[in-house]
């Protein structure tokens, strides 16, 4: 019996009694804003015409219809696709099944994945109120990620998710663009945490912790308690706090941060010691397999180990970035082209058999337990793990 069918009668009634409330009184299409389980499972990608990475040619790959960009956690990854304006969010299991589905209304993609204090992994949906009311305030929502069972909310919140992490806006009265007021909520309960001032501004929340820019200072809190971790001056760095922001690169592991200090600079932080890895990061990624860090900056790409030593270091041009990198194979992308290296002695790797025939897909990214996420156009596939006590290749 697989994980999908492992249900609690009260999820059930809970996904029943929501479509009828979903049903009655309202013009648009129903929405199943709770939870609910996934009978079948997900349709395999037709790979024939593709060029897969030799670690994933004889995994079996499925179609979970994301249209964003998936985020994961404890062995489960989450995205949604749009259909009908309808936003059809699946979790999926390192094995390619299905495990639960929530429907958000459009306009509501925003979504976050997480772990409270306890390291349980959440998922928050951002939602709005279920009213007829055309002003209805948004809010948030945690599900437990492996089981779908409700943690917490719906709490409200100022406007629609932001990010990074559990961070909401309203929409700037000045310019109608979610840059107005920002609010950071605390995963182990969804209360408010940080909200900005007339004199700071919160840059993004990283697993319980956040981090601030006040005039003079980058200040990380505890979203639990409110108290303060570390700060840094500024000064020290030559940053300005109206510089500060979030960079639009995912974090490359909990514990570390990639900010934006200038239009064109950058930093990567170490938030447990508050301090700054890399002065002028521009992305960064962390081989599981290796614990190897690699971090793009402006003077080349660079490797440390897991004592922060330096591996190698190679000369790119502005235009590569890092598309991926798992199983001790750093996936580069270079003006249109495919480049991947051994991440622990930086030599170039051939990740592809030379003799296939296809479209080059490239991973987006590649979990410990070797699920990858597989991007061809538009579509956001998931080359699966096998299960347990197989040998893992497509039959």
């Known amino acids: 019996m697989t994980r999908r069918h492992r249900w609690h009668t009260s999820l059930a009634l809970a996904a029943s009694a929501t479509l009828f409330l979903t049903a009655c009184g309202t013009d648009g299409p129903e929405i199943e804003r709770e939870p609910y389980p996934v009978q079948e499972s997900l349709p395999e990608a037709d790979t024939s015409t593709m060029r897969l990475p030799i670690p994933f040619e004889d995994l079996t790959v499925v179609d979970p219809g994301w249209d964003l960009t998936p985020q994961y956690a404890d062995n489960v990854h989450l995205a949604a696709g749009e259909h009908d304006g309808v936003v059809d969010f699946t979790a999926v299991d390192a094995h390619g099944e299905p495990l639960w589905a929530v429907q958000r209304p459009a306009g509501h993609e925003g979504f976050s994945v997480t772990t409270d204090g306890t390291g349980q992994a959440l998922a928050v949906l951002g939602d709005e109120q279920n009213t007829t009311d055309a002003s209805a305030d948004d809010t948030a929502t945690a599900y ?69 820019a006040e ?145 080059i897909i490239v991973p987006e990214d590649i979990t410990a337990d070797g699920v990858a996420l597989l991007v061809d156009e538009d579509r956001h596939l998931l080359a699966a793990s096998p299960e347990a006590g197989t040998e893992g290749s497509k039959p």
Request: aromatic letters at 4%.
């Open 215 to 359: 005039s003079e200072t980058l200040i990380a809190l505890d979203t639990g308690d409110g108290r303060e971790l570390w700060h840094m001056p500024l000064a020290e760095h030559g940053w300005e706090a109206e510089s500060l922001r979030a960079s639009p690169h995912p974090p490359p592991a909990d514990g570390l941060a990639l900010i934006e200090t200038s239009p064109s600079g950058g930093a990567l932080l170490d938030l447990e010691e508050g301090v700054v890895l890399n002065e002028t990061a521009q992305e960064a990624a962390v081989d599981t397999t290796t614990d190897t860090l690699v971090v793009r900056d402006k003077t080349g790409l660079h490797a440390y180990d897991a004592d922060h030593q330096r591996l190698w270091s190679l000369s790119v041009g502005p235009e590569t970035t890092i598309a991926a990198l798992g199983g001790v194979l750093l996936y580069l992308r270079e003006e249109g082209s495919v480049r991947v290296h051994n991440v622990t002695t930086g030599e170039v790797a051939e990740a592809y058999d030379p003799q296939g025939e296809g479209t």
């Open 144 to 212: 437990d990620l492996l089981t779908g069972e409700r943690t917490w909310g719906p709490v409200e919140v100022p406007g629609p998710h932001q990010g990074p992490g559990l961070v909401f806006a309203a929409p700037s009265e000045e310019t109608g663009d979610d840059n107005g007021t920002r609010t950071a909520l605390d995963a182990d309960t969804g209360d408010t945490a940080v909200t900005d001032s007339d004199t700071s501004h919160i840059i993004g929340e990283y697993h319980g912790t956040v981090l601030v």
